[in-house]
């Protein structure tokens, strides 16, 4: 490596190429871009359930959502961090305008 440290790859390909470890490396980042928008932008590591249902209607419901996300950044451009944040606000301004509950005051 550049730096010195060393670097391992794990295959039973013994005729991988340097070439096709780093394509494979490269395609590997991209997965691990993927499992952190998911897990930042999505919440699906926050499920407090137990129940093996309740865990796979919640990664179900998390990729759904990152899927929509994913979908909204390619038609217009921005990241998926801005992408939730512009329908976040986008809710919120809705919900504003027409509210669906009534708060009664405590005070």
Request: with cysteine; proline share 2%.
């Amino acid at each position: 490596s550049r730096n010195g440290d060393a670097e391992y790859w794990a295959t039973n390909d013994l005729g991988m190429t340097a070439t096709q470890r780093a394509q494979l490396a490269g395609q590997g980042w991209g997965i691990e871009v993927y499992h952190r928008a998911l897990k930042q932008c999505c919440g699906v590591e926050k499920a407090q359930v137990r129940k093996a249902v309740a865990v796979m209607r919640h990664l179900l419901l998390a990729l759904r959502a990152f899927l929509r996300l994913e979908v909204y950044r390619l038609r217009t451009g921005v990241s998926w961090y801005e992408a939730k944040l512009s329908l976040l606000r986008e809710a919120i301004r809705a919900f504003l305008a027409h509210p669906t509950y009534d708060l009664n005051p405590t005070a």
